[in-house]
């Protein structure tokens, strides 16, 4: 069983910066490795993904050109750096893995999920 740990997260004023991390129990270097988040009342929306190499890159539109995600395969981890971040980024986010190097761009997609962290933005 894969285990997803993240850190990260907390309060910040609108315009400012976080980081999330996530580190994973097992070795992912063939797992596609990703981030999801929930809103209050909302359904679990993709954010961005990162296949093996780190070659391939996909960011929801909502955070295009303000988050940037990477990886490193050797720690088994996948960071999320999160600039410019607006009240609308508000909500719990969720580290995702899936197997086999598969795309992983819906909430169904996902094989293995992280415990969650908070983010909150103020205005």
């Known amino acids: 069983q894969v285990q997803l740990v993240e850190s990260g997260g907390g309060l910040v004023q609108a315009g400012g910066s976080l980081r999330v991390s996530c580190t994973a129990s097992?070795?992912?270097?063939?797992?596609?490795m990703g981030w999801f988040r929930q809103a209050p009342g909302k359904e679990r929306e993709f954010v961005s993904t990162?296949?093996?190499?780190?070659?391939?890159?996909a960011y929801a539109d909502s955070v295009k050109g303000r988050f940037t995600i990477s990886r490193d395969s050797a720690k088994n981890t996948v960071s999320l750096q999160m600039d410019s971040l607006k009240p609308e980024d508000t909500a719990v986010y969720y580290c995702?893995?899936?197997?086999?190097?598969?795309?992983?761009?819906?909430?169904?997609?996902?094989?293995?999920w992280g415990q969650g962290t908070q983010v909150t933005v103020s205005a």
């Open positions: 995702a893995a899936r197997r086999w190097g598969q795309d992983m761009g819906a909430a169904g997609d996902v094989d293995y």
């Open positions: 990162i296949n093996w190499s780190g070659g391939i890159i």
């Open positions: 097992v070795n992912t270097f063939s797992y596609t």
